[in-house]
């Protein structure tokens, strides 16, 4: 497995706010993925973070509102834009560390944020 | 539409009961299912599974796929307080993972 930190591990924010989350790995990894987990509710992928190049994203989630930044092999931002209460969610930021995405992705420990 | 579902959706049980856990799916381009347990913020893999009928075992906790059924069970025996937790099963697409509700299992001493 890999070591995965990520900051800050809870926040509370304003609306109209944004803020940045990063997720350091020990060890280069090619694929990075970012997830969003709601209250009571399970995970949804945000996107793919690519090295070098835009991040991937999925329906429903869009560049302007969760902007990702993948400078490097171990590191990777989201910014959470232009908050609103229902960005009050955990986000979590997740690698695979084989070269072939397998599935079989690891878990940061998580930031907690919460809008008022 | 790619979907997983999880039953039941919660759960409890006494110290040293057997559980299993079910997770079905429709997904495109399934490649793989997989467990995790998730006890506060951050889920814990638990097993990958890609071929049907073969069981992975860690301890006291079970797993296994049927691609025919398009489902899997995750079992737990002698349960322990500590095996509290919401269990999160995912469809993998690849890198791509779609995950269930979960099941919340609260385990009584």
């Known amino acids: 497995s890999a070591v995965i930190s990520q900051k800050p591990s809870r926040d509370i924010c304003q609306r109209g706010t944004s803020l940045t989350i990063q997720c350091q790995v020990d060890s280069q990894v090619t694929m990075m993925f970012w997830y969003r987990q709601q209250p009571g509710q399970s995970l949804t992928l945000i996107a793919t973070a690519n090295q070098g190049s835009e991040a991937t994203y999925e329906s429903g989630f869009v560049i302007d509102k969760f902007p990702i930044s993948r400078p490097n092999l171990t590191f990777s931002t989201l910014t959470v834009s232009n908050m609103s209460p229902e960005d009050s969610s955990i986000y979590l930021c997740s690698v695979d560390l084989t070269d072939t995405p397998s599935g079989e992705q690891y878990f940061g420990p998580g930031t907690r944020l919460t809008v008022t | 539409e790619d979907k997983v579902v999880q039953s039941p959706l919660s759960l409890v049980v006494h110290e040293g009961d057997t559980v299993t856990l079910n997770c079905s799916y429709e997904v495109t381009n399934f490649r793989s299912l997989l467990w995790y347990k998730q006890e506060k913020k951050a889920p814990t893999f638990l097993f990958m599974l890609?071929?049907?009928?073969i069981e992975k075992k860690s301890g006291r906790l079970s797993s296994i796929l049927d691609k025919k059924e398009l489902s899997s069970i995750l079992n737990i025996t002698a349960t322990q307080t500590g095996d509290s937790a919401i269990y999160l099963c995912?469809?993998?697409?690849?890198?791509?993972?779609?995950f269930g509700q979960g099941t919340e299992l609260s385990v009584k001493p």
């Open positions: 995912a469809a993998g697409q690849g890198g791509k993972l779609i």
């Open positions: 890609t071929s049907s009928g």
